[in-house]
């Protein structure tokens, strides 16, 4: 499988996860405003943005993770993810603590959650919508999904827009990834130094999954932006550097 990547600088590097539905263009808002002298890289997740998948093997966004850093001779990074990036990101760092120098977890999801009713039947109308080739509403009611509610009448709204419109939606047809046990039960040995960032204004069960990221692991230090919601990347592009920045500066 050949994951799309991005890459710019030179220095440590940091390895940006976008989340569900987007891509490596996720990052554009922040990218730019990230000070110079690290190595910055990006990618498309399996099956998002140009990383199409040629067969239909079983496969883990980890795993693939790790193969695209073995490839660049990348033996240790700074790894930031965002949403379902984020849960990536974090089932990375428990996976191979040695490759993992810091993390930055931007409104982490955790892998294998176990998600509420209400959640659960939000997403069943997508998928049922998408699999009977009812793609465009089934985009329309992604795009009104409680997550996106700050983000919507922001500037960064029609960037999602966007990025919504092009998401191909193959997961709500067929999604190839591996199950896994849930990371909930093993983020006591969480070992890289650990930056949190949530949104004060994101869907409560997103903040129960910080919470209890927040109390289990030792390693984290959490900071909550107020007037703001799931999308901290795109809705707080500046605010979100500059805590990266001196996250990742206290790290060397």
């Not at 883990?60 to 930031?80: E, N, P, Q, Y």
């Not at 209400?118 to 109308?125: K, S």
């Not at 960037?159 to 998401?167: D, G, K, M, T, Y």
Request: charged share 25%.
């Amino acid at each position: 499988m050949q994951l799309h990547a991005e890459e710019q600088g030179q220095g440590p590097c940091a390895v940006f996860v976008h989340g569900f539905g987007g891509d490596a263009g996720s990052w554009d808002r922040l990218w730019p405003l990230l000070r110079p002298g690290r190595r910055l890289l990006r990618y498309d997740l399996r099956d998002f943005g140009r990383s199409l998948a040629e067969s239909e093997e079983v496969f883990t966004h980890v795993g693939d993770l790790a193969a695209l850093l073995w490839a660049r001779s990348i033996a240790r990074c700074d790894l930031i993810g965002v949403s379902m990036g984020g849960g990536v990101a974090l089932s990375f760092a428990l996976d191979y603590p040695e490759m993992v120098r810091s993390l930055i977890l931007i409104s982490p999801q955790m892998s294998g959650w176990e998600w509420s009713e209400p959640w659960r039947v939000q997403w069943a109308e997508i998928t049922a919508l998408a699999r009977v080739g009812r793609m465009d509403e089934a985009k329309e009611l992604w795009w009104r999904h409680p997550l996106f509610e700050t983000t919507r009448n922001l500037p960064a709204g029609a960037e999602l827009r966007r990025e919504i419109e092009a998401f191909s939606g193959r997961q709500w047809l067929r999604d190839h990834h591996a199950l896994v046990m849930p990371d909930i039960e093993r983020l006591h040995a969480l070992q890289p130094p650990t930056l949190l960032l949530t949104g004060a204004l994101d869907v409560e069960e997103l903040r129960l999954m910080a919470d209890i990221i927040e109390a289990s692991a030792g390693t984290v230090r959490r900071i909550d932006i107020e007037g703001a919601g799931h999308m901290l990347h795109m809705e707080a592009p500046e605010v979100c550097a500059a805590h990266i920045d001196d996250f990742l500066e206290a790290q060397r």
